[in-house]
């Protein structure tokens, strides 16, 4: 029996593992994976330090530059002042902070971006997935991650010189409005969910398919109370991920829909949002170390809560609503 | 006369008369001839790739759903071929339940009540319910959780809730596919003696690798082989079609006795 074995036969020698060597090169794999991981980790701790350390001396500063010669403002008053304030004019003589003027301006096309981007985009993934044929399939798909692939400042000049002045053969919108923006944004936000959202319904397992047809289910009761519902947590966390990307949107926003900070709901009339605020005092308007300098990070601190706070609520939506199938 | 056709009728569920399936240009199962009984339990066994599943499939037009499948052949449902059917309507009148459990992602009251609900059922829902999840051995565990999900049911419990789910239409026949492949013993036990009570309403075709679970449910036995093509494929066949009692001890085929003696497969 054990001259059946030909290990046995084998001389010493034959085999020698380098296992001192392989230690070695994965000691060093390991270190380079950690300095690039510590790289990226240190880099978004300095942008987040630098966000933080800006905008709390622009709310140091706050209440000097609102104080008059008759009243001392406190800083509280100051942060209240940020929160509530009606007019947003940290470039002007007067200076106003209310930042709630350039957030309704970035919700109000958010929200039209969103109303143009669900039905459109949901309906072609679930056009794709569930009634395209694999030819139109193949043809429809790359179509669609095209039009994510164009650039934003097309999308913006679109807004500008197509939408615009074909809205206004509707409504009286002006020369710059966020409807426009809002609509040209949805387009472009679409694709993406579109594509997350088809992911999602598509990897909705065959078998509740079968299971809903042997039922009896016709084809619509089988996609719309099935797999539908099914794949909402990927549908939504699709939604939010398009969201975030639409309120951090920069180039169409700035080029469709204005520079005129308006507090209001009003879609026809020209805006200014958080993003559009910051190309614009960065464009060189305003001083390093001036008032109007730290604005930039009080705004940019509260564009990345908002989105921080919308990536939070994706992540345990996604978490408390997704269905796990083996 | 009349006497006669109901006679017919009442004696067999289903009928198919040389079914042969395609996918795509592959012959996957040749000229099945088979008589399922009324209010009797017919199981499928052979080795894998012998075309039971896809047999199974093609009584409710399941195949219809694969873009390259094609069956040829006819299938007598109550006599009348099931081509003229209306698939949705067929698949009311004759209920699947699948090697997987799979509950669908809602509450437990909502995967029986779905069926009833696209298939226009008037009466009263919440007794439907409880009928039906009583009728699949299943109310007792679960009556105080009806609004839970049916996927935090254990495996057993979730293949039972399919069950329950299928028998909630009313179908005439159901069809099991290896419906206790995936479970455990003890649930494997609780489904057979399941199907033991479904009987005296529903006919029951059921495939299944267990020989044991096939002697132990079922009146009659289909033993499908495979063989080996030119095409390097495999190609499913009705061997042998009987009693289960004569199957398992005294079957006419070589092969059938070298398969239930558990020479092969």
Redesign the interface.
Same mark, same amino acid.
């Given at each position: 029996m054990t001259a059946e074995l030909p290990l046995n036969d084998i001389a010493p020698g034959t085999w020698k593992p380098n296992r001192g060597r392989s230690e070695t090169i994965q000691l060093i794999i390991k270190i380079i994976c950690g300095a690039f991981a510590t790289i990226s980790i240190l880099t978004t701790i300095g942008i987040i330090g630098t966000l933080i350390f800006e905008a709390f001396s622009f709310f140091g500063n706050l209440p000097s530059e609102l104080s008059k010669d008759s009243e001392q403002v406190s800083y509280m008053q100051g942060v209240i002042h940020f929160l509530t304030a009606g007019r947003w004019t940290p470039l002007f003589a007067s200076k106003q902070f209310g930042i709630f003027v350039l957030i309704s301006a970035t919700l109000m096309i958010t929200f039209i971006s969103i109303l143009v981007a669900l039905p459109l985009g949901l309906l072609a993934a679930i056009c794709l997935s569930e009634y395209a044929s694999p030819k139109i399939r193949k043809v429809l798909k790359p179509v669609l991650e095209i039009l994510a692939g164009v650039p934003t400042v097309v999308y913006g000049y679109f807004a500008l010189l197509t939408v615009t002045p074909f809205l206004k053969t509707f409504f009286p919108v002006e020369g710059f409005n966020s409807l426009s923006a809002g609509i040209v944004l949805g387009i472009m936000i679409t694709p993406m969910v579109a594509s997350l959202s088809e992911d999602a319904i598509y990897s909705v397992p065959q078998s509740l398919r079968d299971g809903a047809y042997a039922l009896g289910g016709t084809k619509r009761e089988t996609v719309w109370s099935v797999v539908l519902p099914a794949a909402l947590s990927g549908i939504v966390s699709s939604l939010i991920l398009a969201t975030s990307r639409a309120i951090g949107e920069t180039m169409i926003v700035t080029l469709a829909a204005g520079a005129n900070p308006t507090l209001g709901f009003n879609p026809f009339v020209p805006v200014m949002t958080m993003t559009a605020y910051i190309v614009q005092v960065t464009k060189g308007d305003a001083p390093h170390g001036t008032i109007a300098y730290q604005t930039l990070y009080a705004v940019g601190i509260t564009l990345f809560l908002i989105t921080l706070a919308l990536n939070i609520f994706s992540f345990w939506f996604v978490r408390r609503f997704r269905q796990k199938y083996d | 006369m009349q006497d006669i056709r109901n006679q017919t009728m009442t004696d067999t569920a289903l009928k198919a008369e040389k079914i042969s399936v395609y996918y795509g240009s592959t012959l996957a199962v040749k000229d099945v001839f088979l008589d399922i009984p009324r209010n009797q339990i017919v199981a499928f066994i052979g080795p894998s790739g012998c075309g039971k599943s896809t047999v199974l499939r093609c009584f409710?037009r399941?195949n219809d $759903?694969i873009p390259s499948a094609r069956v040829d052949g006819n299938i007598l449902f109550d006599g009348e071929n099931i081509k003229r059917f209306d698939p949705?309507?067929l &698949? &009311?009148r004759v209920?699947?339940v699948?090697q =997987?459990p799979?509950?669908?992602? =809602?509450s437990i009251y909502e995967n029986i009540a779905?069926?009833a609900r696209?298939?226009g059922y008037q009466g009263d829902m919440d007794e439907l319910v409880e009928r039906s999840l009583k009728g699949a051995a299943l109310w007792d565990e679960v009556k105080d959780k009806l609004k839970e999900s049916g $996927?935090g049911l254990s495996g057993g419990q979730q293949q039972r809730l399919?069950i329950a &789910?299928?028998i909630a239409?009313e179908p005439e026949v159901i069809l099991m596919d290896e419906p206790c492949s995936a479970l455990d013993p003890i649930s494997t036990l609780k489904v057979e003696e399941l199907m033991h009570d479904l009987k005296m309403q529903y006919t029951i075709v059921i495939v299944t690798h267990n020989m044991q679970q096939a002697s132990r449910v079922s009146d009659k036995t289909a033993f499908f082989n495979a063989q080996a093509t030119e095409a390097g494929g495999k190609m499913g066949y009705l061997v042998e079609y009987d009693e289960t009692q004569v199957i398992f001890s005294n079957p006419r085929e070589e092969y059938t006795r070298d398969y239930v003696s558990g020479r092969f497969g």
């Open positions: - | 409710n399941m $759903l949705v309507e &698949r &009311r209920g699947m699948f =997987k799979n509950p669908f992602p =809602k779905f069926g696209i298939n $996927l399919c &789910r299928a239409i």
